[in-house]
């Protein structure tokens, strides 16, 4: 019995690492999406999304059973209620990263990003996909300084986030309110999806230490950094 139950908490870890692969290749693939305006990989990303949905309704399923039949305590019901944090999370990246897609499908066949801000919204894109996957290597190493690493690794994100307004409130935008508005909306999309990456690896710290990230002392330098900067 004991075996089975172990068996079933290392499953819904498995679980978490297949949702954090899934929603990192959706940024990536949805990123190409926008830029390219490519409109059969973002109905992919899209109709891809389900299979993450499924994915958190399985775990939470799981977890619950573990629940209401184990009643764990101490570590393991840390295990447990933190993976359904960390299912949430994931579940949301992957909603953003099918929002980016979605836009690809509105605006196509004309592309939502102008040529002056591709090159930013690819380096945010590929971003948000080097942060998933760090999230995923946290998730499977419990490697607590790894963890608390992805917060400053986070700040080239807020760096890109705040490039993209200065291009929106120059007075050279010449794009128009559409585009702008298309604009703020990725960037946003982009910037929440790295806070979720940073909020998974957060819950992985609680989860090893029983302490919350935020109140750890770590003398770590961001190793994901801005090209140029």
């Not at 990230?213 to 090209?227: C, F, K, R, Y």
């Amino acid at each position: 019995m004991r075996d089975a139950y172990h068996e079933e908490l290392d499953s819904i870890g498995d679980g978490l690492v297949e949702m954090a692969r899934l929603v990192g290749s959706a940024i990536g693939r949805a990123t190409t999406a926008i830029l390219d305006s490519d409109l059969k990989l973002a109905e992919a990303v899209i109709e891809g999304d389900q299979r993450v949905d499924e994915l958190q309704h399985e775990l939470e399923a799981r977890a619950i059973t573990l629940l209401a039949r184990q009643q764990p305590v101490a570590t393991d019901l840390r295990i447990v209620v933190t993976s359904l944090r960390m299912s949430a999370d994931l579940e949301r990246s992957g909603d953003l990263a099918q929002h980016v897609a979605k836009l690809a499908r509105l605006r196509y066949p004309e592309r939502a990003v102008p040529h002056d801000l591709h090159a930013t919204i690819l380096e945010m894109g590929q971003l948000a996909q080097r942060l998933m996957a760090k999230a995923a290597e946290v998730i499977i190493t419990k490697d607590v300084d790894l963890a608390l690493q992805l917060e400053q690794d986070d700040d080239a994100m807020d760096l890109l986030h705040r490039t993209l307004f200065q291009h929106l409130m120059d007075d050279r935008w010449k794009h128009g309110i559409e585009t702008a508005v298309d604009v703020t909306l990725l960037g946003r999309y982009y910037e929440r999806y790295a806070d979720h990456a940073v909020a998974v690896a957060k819950r992985v710290v609680y989860l090893v230490t029983g302490e919350h990230a935020d109140n750890l002392q770590a003398d770590i330098q961001p190793t994901t950094q801005v090209e140029g900067a």
